[in-house]
């Protein structure tokens, strides 16, 4: 007659089930396409008023960023566009090459300015462009980090806050994941995940481009 420790299992498989796919890649030899990209954004800031959407201060353009970014503004986009189409496949798992339908913009970020929670509705893939990132990827007390939310909600961390699962990524569990930026930087991820930007406490300024991709 076996014991009950005997009928305990020794190994569980996991399976990561229902994943939010995250996307981060970084453009190599950026500087001189940061350098004029900067230049132009900076420029038209000065110029344009800003839009008012999740920006909690600082300056956002119009959604039209891919009509008046030039030659820089255009090597962005043509990177997202490539990135979306290699996370992006058929119901059967094939290869498919999207006809992307995009709205882009660019923002301009000081001292304590950040975008509240908010999402993207409308498309597929969103995404972020860091032209420069004012110092904060390379000291953590700047903040400006780049916010995601538990899309399965708040409930497992309300219920038991001091207990997660012990699988990758199980520690955020109803709560949230930080990105820190860094010029150069470009990430995706579905445009359902909310998301937002925390303050920015530095002197300097903080530039990015940000994207909407739909088929």
């Not at 995250?22 to 954004?41: F, G, M, Q, S």
């Not at 012990?166 to 955020?172: I, R």
């Not at 995706?188 to 998301?195: E, G, I, V």
Request: glycine share 10%; aromatic share 8%; net charge neutral.
């Amino acid at each position: 007659m076996p014991t009950p420790q005997t009928q305990i299992p020794t190994k569980i498989a996991y399976q990561g089930f229902f994943a939010t796919p995250v996307a981060i890649t970084h453009l190599p030899d950026a500087r001189e396409l940061n350098i004029a990209l900067k230049a132009l954004i900076l420029e038209r800031s000065m110029s344009i008023a800003s839009t008012d959407h999740s920006n909690r201060g600082g300056w956002q353009s119009t959604w039209d960023f891919h009509e008046w970014g030039g030659s820089a503004g255009n090597v962005i986009i043509a990177v997202a566009r490539k990135a979306a189409s290699r996370l992006t496949c058929s119901r059967t798992g094939e290869t498919v090459s999207p006809n992307w339908k995009l709205n882009s913009w660019a923002n301009v970020n000081r001292r304590d300015n950040g975008n509240e929670f908010h999402i993207h509705p409308g498309c597929l893939w969103s995404g972020t462009y860091y032209v420069d990132d004012g110092g904060t990827g390379d000291d953590l007390t700047l903040g400006g980090e780049f916010e995601i939310q538990d899309p399965r909600g708040p409930a497992t961390i309300m219920y038991a806050p001091s207990l997660a699962p012990k699988v990758p990524g199980g520690l955020s569990t109803g709560a949230s994941e930080l990105i820190r930026a860094r010029a150069g930087m470009m990430v995706l991820f579905p445009a359902w995940l909310s998301h937002s930007v925390r303050p920015y406490h530095g002197d300097g300024v903080r530039i990015s481009i940000a994207f909407n991709l739909g088929p």
